[in-house]
Nanobody, 124 residues
Framework: QVQLVESGGGLVQAGGSLRLSCAAS????????MGWFRQAAGKERELVAA????????YYVDSVKGRFTISRDNAKNTVYLQMNSLKPEDTAVYYCAATPRVVVTLAPAEYKYWGQGTQVTVSS
């Protein structure tokens, strides 16, 4: 069992930065690949970034490449999403999720555990 708690969301102006954190409980964190998803109002949930078990591989959706960075600290059971050069279209609820797989995982159905989400609002 893995419990995930996100933090770090908030209101920021366009061009600003936020760092999201996702703290995980449970001994299986270090054996789980992780992902950050987001869901904007009226839209489907989309994968933003994913990271493999030891952090050696990452994936980013095209719209955030060069602006967002996913990382993890297995000693702290925490995964991060550094978001720079934020745009109004990045406004969404951001969720972290854990999968029993160890490799970068793109399909939402492969993720077994989800956090409650944190709101990110980017004003223009």
């Amino acid at each position: 069992q893995v419990q995930l708690v996100e933090s770090g969301g908030g209101l920021v102006q366009a061009g600003g930065s936020l760092r999201l954190s996702c703290a995980a409980s449970g001994r299986t964190f270090s054996s789980s690949a992780m992902g950050w998803f987001r869901q904007a109002a009226g839209k489907e949930r989309e994968l933003v970034a994913a990271i493999s078990r030891y952090g050696l591989k990452q994936y980013y959706v095209d719209s955030v490449k060069g602006r967002f960075t996913i990382s993890r600290d297995n000693a702290k059971n925490t995964v991060y999403l550094q978001m720079n050069s934020l745009k109004p279209e990045d406004t969404a609820v951001y969720y972290c999720a854990a999968t029993p797989r160890v490799v970068v995982t793109l399909a939402p159905a492969e993720y077994k555990y989800w956090g409650q989400g944190t709101q990110v609002t980017v004003s223009s």
